[in-house]
């Protein structure tokens, strides 16, 4: 069994398509997970929708706890972190990361930003090694692969790699920087560009995302079933 960690952080909570004002983020998170699904009933999907409930941003508190060594953490410092544990207790568990999330002011929402501060935690997703203090930082999800699928919306067009925006692209640069930190490496990106501009460039941008999806859907189905699957401590 492999297992899907699926997030949207979308602030429409609908399809596109299908609802009114609807995301198209959301849209091609589905249809990876339903193709998903439809070939591999056996697998595991775990659904975090940020963009509605969005993760507590870090605080002093959870600095402080944080930063605290385990065997001396006071229960209040527990409590400030049992939120973040979840949530890297998720990401740690799945072979199959799956991000919708649209290009908000260049970058990526609020809310997934939130996610990315919680899950980026010393002890837990990344090591520091002092006694190597040019390269400190030990990554401590590259204990096995694990794929990142980013599924994107954008309003305008030709913010992906090569186009003409792609230096005011900050969504999948800044997500992908933060899961290499901690050792997510495998990473795939698919975006539907043109929201703001509708007609046929739109209507084109999302036949070829949803073809674009389903094909990695197969692709990573073909990967993932050749070698041992990941059995949870």
């Given at each position: 069994?492999?297992?899907?960690?699926?997030?949207?952080?979308s602030a429409r909570p609908g399809l596109a398509g299908t609802d009114e004002h609807g995301s198209?983020?959301?849209?091609?998170?589905?249809?990876?997970?339903?193709?998903?699904?439809?070939?591999?009933?056996?697998?595991?999907?775990?659904?975090?929708?940020?963009?509605?409930?969005?993760?507590?941003?870090?605080?002093?508190?959870?600095?402080?706890?944080?930063?605290?060594?385990?065997?001396?953490r006071l229960p209040w410092m527990k409590q400030a972190l049992a939120e973040s544990d979840q949530?890297?207790?998720?990401?740690?568990?799945?072979?199959?990361?799956?991000?919708?999330?649209?290009?908000?002011?260049?970058?990526?929402?609020?809310?997934?930003?939130?996610?990315?501060?919680?899950?980026?935690?010393?002890?837990?997703?990344?090591?520091?090694?002092?006694?190597?203090?040019?390269?400190?930082?030990?990554?401590?999800?590259?204990?096995?692969?694990?794929?990142?699928?980013?599924?994107?919306?954008?309003?305008?067009?030709?913010?992906?790699?090569?186009?003409?925006?792609?230096?005011?692209?900050?969504?999948?640069?800044?997500?992908?920087?933060?899961?290499?930190?901690?050792?997510?490496?495998?990473?795939?990106?698919?975006?539907?560009?043109?929201?703001?501009?509708?007609?046929?460039?739109?209507?084109?941008?999302?036949?070829?995302?949803?073809?674009?999806?389903?094909?990695?859907?197969?692709?990573?189905?073909?990967?993932?079933?050749?070698?041992?699957?990941?059995?949870?401590?």
């Amino acid at each position: 069994m492999l297992r899907i960690l699926h997030i949207d952080a979308s602030a429409r909570p609908g399809l596109a398509g299908t609802d009114e004002h609807g995301s198209h983020s959301r849209r091609l998170t589905r249809r990876f997970v339903d193709r998903w699904l439809s070939a591999r009933t056996q697998d595991a999907v775990t659904y975090r929708d940020i963009g509605q409930k969005p993760p507590s941003f870090i605080n002093h508190d959870w600095i402080g706890a944080s930063f605290t060594p385990v065997e001396r953490r006071l229960p209040w410092m527990k409590q400030a972190l049992a939120e973040s544990d979840q949530l890297v207790d998720e990401l740690i568990a799945a072979d199959v990361l799956v991000i919708g999330a649209p290009l908000y002011n260049f970058g990526m929402p609020a809310a997934l930003k939130a996610w990315v501060d919680q899950v980026v935690r010393p002890g837990r997703t990344v090591d520091v090694d002092e006694s190597r203090p040019t390269d400190p930082y030990v990554p401590r999800l590259a204990d096995r692969p694990r794929h990142a699928v980013i599924l994107a919306a954008r309003g305008g067009v030709g913010f992906g790699p090569g186009g003409p925006m792609a230096h005011m692209n900050h969504l999948e640069p800044n997500l992908i920087t933060a899961l290499e930190f901690i050792g997510i490496t495998r990473f795939h990106r698919i975006a539907i560009e043109g929201q703001e501009i509708g007609g046929e460039v739109l209507a084109r941008s999302v036949d070829e995302g949803l073809q674009q999806v389903d094909r990695l859907v197969d692709e990573l189905q073909t990967v993932l079933q050749t070698r041992p699957e990941h059995q949870p401590a």
